[in-house]
């Protein structure tokens, strides 16, 4: 059974750390976008927006650490580790700065989907001069995020909370069903049947079933490490000072607070747009996906 790919991309492995590599798919010339994918999915999520884009930019679609083909270490949550931990979106981010600096990009913009948007966002703060803008679609900083979440309307959310848990009894009711756990969120999130085919469906299980842990201590990192984090920048009022573009569900209504007013207090240039679609949305609304990152791009 063939493996789905993104058309006209050659396929890489990168060392991006100390026995970390990240599989990348790379494709088209010009100035560099790195585009990182969401859960529970892989870089192929991109495959229509990133050769829409690689028609004149160089197009960077890596797999994350702990995800796809990238390498999976163990988890570390010490205190004193690189990052503050194997899966902190600040080690994460530092991945994707070195992954685009071995293959020749001191510096590009740089588009993220969900937990890629959470380190796109890391990037962000971390590494300012590397990062020419920015997008983050359909999620809200990691401290916000906890903040916005409470009562009966978190229960939509009630993956972050089981996977927050110490290690051991996530992983176990994971494993247990792991496609079951994993298709749920392709089946509940999207509004287009069509957007995810068959077979891409099946990569993307696939891989998760294979990444259980790693998807574990990446969601168990947001609850401790990135929300430190995020707040540690929040209360020294440290910005993103690239452009910014944010694309989200109206996740405001259905939360009760404003959505863009959460994201300008972190990005002073900031577009910000609802939009009509799923979560999935590069694969639901490809079109509109790529043209306001084209737009992000000549800011």
């Not at 010490?78 to 899966?87: E, I, M, N, Q, W």
């Amino acid at each position: 059974m063939t493996t789905p790919s993104i058309d006209g991309f050659d396929q890489r492995r990168v060392p991006v750390a100390d026995g970390v590599e990240l599989h990348a798919a790379v494709g088209g010339s010009g100035p560099p976008v790195v585009l990182l994918h969401g859960f529970p999915q892989t870089h192929l999520m991109w495959r229509h927006v990133a050769t829409d884009l690689a028609v004149d930019h160089t197009v960077i679609c890596p797999d994350l650490r702990g995800y796809g083909a990238s390498d999976k270490p163990a988890e570390s949550a010490a205190a004193d580790a690189p990052g503050g931990g194997t899966y902190a979106k600040r080690t994460m981010a530092a991945d994707v700065v070195e992954l685009a600096r071995a293959l020749g990009h001191d510096r590009f913009a740089l588009a993220g989907h969900d937990r890629g948007a959470l380190v796109a966002f890391r990037a962000g703060l971390d590494h300012p001069a590397a990062i020419s803008h920015l997008a983050c679609l359909d999620v809200v900083p990691t401290a916000d995020m906890w903040d916005v979440l409470h009562g009966a309307d978190a229960a939509v959310a009630f993956h972050l909370y089981l996977m927050a848990q110490p290690p051991g009894l996530p992983e176990q009711m994971i494993s247990a069903a792991p496609d079951a756990f994993f298709g749920h969120f392709l089946d509940l999130w999207g509004q287009s049947t069509e957007a995810i085919p068959d077979d891409v469906r099946r990569a993307y299980l696939d891989a998760c079933r294979a990444a259980v842990p790693s998807i574990v201590a990446d969601y168990r990192a947001s609850a401790g490490v990135d929300l430190a984090h995020d707040r540690a920048d929040r209360d020294a009022g440290n910005q993103l000072r690239m452009p910014v573009t944010v694309l989200q569900q109206d996740w405001g209504a259905a939360l009760g607070y404003d959505a863009a007013a959460v994201w300008r207090a972190w990005a002073p240039d900031l577009r910000h747009t609802s939009v009509t679609c799923g979560h999935f949305m590069a694969e639901e609304a490809p079109l509109q996906v790529a043209t306001a990152l084209r737009e992000l791009l000549t800011r």
